[in-house]
């Protein structure tokens, strides 16, 4: 099964910082830069839920519950998303996924556990 690899997740105090990072499956590093880039959170109990994309035009688009804690980036050189998470919740906590589209195609990642708690 093709999926994109997480990594960076971990335990981290109430206002701490994590970076997590998203890596393409190699049957698609060829074609990686033209794949729209999202973070969904899966808290126990609760749906995905959409966080931050990046599209192809640059820059990120954000739920507000996470403006001004959380940044997408994408480096096509590097074949890797980021997503740079600062002031940390309690409510943060969940499986992070990441997910990429090309509107014809749909990759998901596997995921990482972020857990704030102090």
């Known amino acids: 099964q093709v999926c994109f690899v997480e990594s960076g997740g971990g335990l981290v105090q109430p206002g701490g910082s994590l970076s997590l990072s998203c890596a393409p499956p190699g049957t698609i590093l060829s074609t990686f830069s033209i794949y729209i880039m999202g973070w969904y959170p899966q808290a126990p109990g609760k749906q995905r839920e959409l966080v931050a994309t990046f599209t192809n035009r640059g820059g990120g688009n954000y739920a507000d519950a996470v403006k001004g804690r959380l940044t997408i980036s994408k480096d096509n050189s590097k074949k890797t998303v980021y997503l740079q998470m600062n002031s940390l919740k309690p409510e943060d906590t969940a499986v992070y996924y990441c997910?990429?589209?090309?509107?014809?195609?749909?990759?998901w990642g596997q995921g990482t556990q972020v857990t704030v708690s102090s």
């Open positions: 997910r990429g589209t090309t509107g014809s195609r749909e990759v």
